[in-house]
């Protein structure tokens, strides 16, 4: 499986965007890029997905390099809510064992009010 | 949003006893779950995946015969950890992808297991 490399945490101030970088330079053409967050004793959480061009949703961005090898997720105004252990993660396009889900250690984005 | 429970949340039972966890999706239809655990402070791991009416797909290192994944219907799987013991002891949460919509998959909210 490809991997990703994320910063062990990051902190960030209430109200203030949030820029959490991952890096996946081993990424094949069909790998998606998924997100999800996991808050304290709950399951993980879908944030969002892109494979080339950058995505908004209502929760975040996804702003995805041109070469593919790395990508950032961008809170826009980060909330005390938003704070978790963030994942990125590498999927491939379809079927069967493609659909598995290899998480990493994470980001811990701190949120200080 | 698509929701996925689990029952129970939390569970304690004495070494050597079995628990079966349930993992339903509530809104959709689950061709396809999976079950993780998770250790303290630690990452979640793939334990095996599960298609409905199928036997389950285990992941290396993971003893089929003693976490027993049954996934009898579309919005329900089973995991039981069969003779427990202490080091069973983790968070188990499962996950379901919806057979229409594959690009997500819906979380549960995890299920605590102590083996004392």
């Known amino acids: 499986d490809a991997k990703t490399t994320q910063p062990n945490s990051m902190e960030s101030n209430e109200e203030e965007p949030v820029h959490l970088p991952c890096n996946h330079s081993?990424?094949?053409?069909?790998?998606?890029i998924h997100w999800y967050r996991q808050l304290p004793s709950q399951g993980p959480e879908y944030v969002i997905h892109?494979?080339?061009s950058n995505v908004n949703n209502r929760m975040a961005s996804l702003a995805i390099a041109e070469d593919r090898k790395s990508s950032t997720l961008i809170l826009h105004r980060a909330t005390l809510r938003d704070a978790a252990v963030y994942y990125c993660i590498l999927r491939g396009l379809s079927g069967g064992s493609n659909y598995k889900l290899t998480f990493g250690k994470g980001t811990l984005l701190t949120v200080n009010p | 949003g698509a929701v996925v429970s689990q029952h129970p949340s939390r569970v304690i039972c004495k070494s050597g006893t079995s628990v079966k966890i349930e993992c339903r999706s509530l809104?959709?239809?689950?061709?396809?779950m999976f079950w993780y655990r998770q250790f303290p402070k630690k990452s979640l791991m793939l334990m095996a995946t599960?298609?409905?009416?199928?036997?389950?797909?285990?992941e290396q290192g993971v003893e089929k015969d003693k976490f027993l994944i049954n996934h009898a219907s579309l919005t329900l799987s089973t995991l039981t950890v069969t003779s427990a013991h202490p080091e069973d002891s983790s968070f188990y949460i499962c996950?379901?992808?919806?057979?229409?919509?594959?690009?997500?998959?819906?979380f549960g909210p995890g299920t605590r297991l102590t083996v004392l």
């Open positions: 892109g494979l080339t």
């Open positions: 081993t990424i094949s053409g069909t790998d998606y």
């Open positions: 996950s379901a992808l919806d057979y229409f919509n594959t690009d997500t998959q819906y």
């Open positions: 809104d959709f239809q689950a061709t396809t």
């Open positions: 599960s298609n409905e009416g199928s036997k389950a797909t285990y």
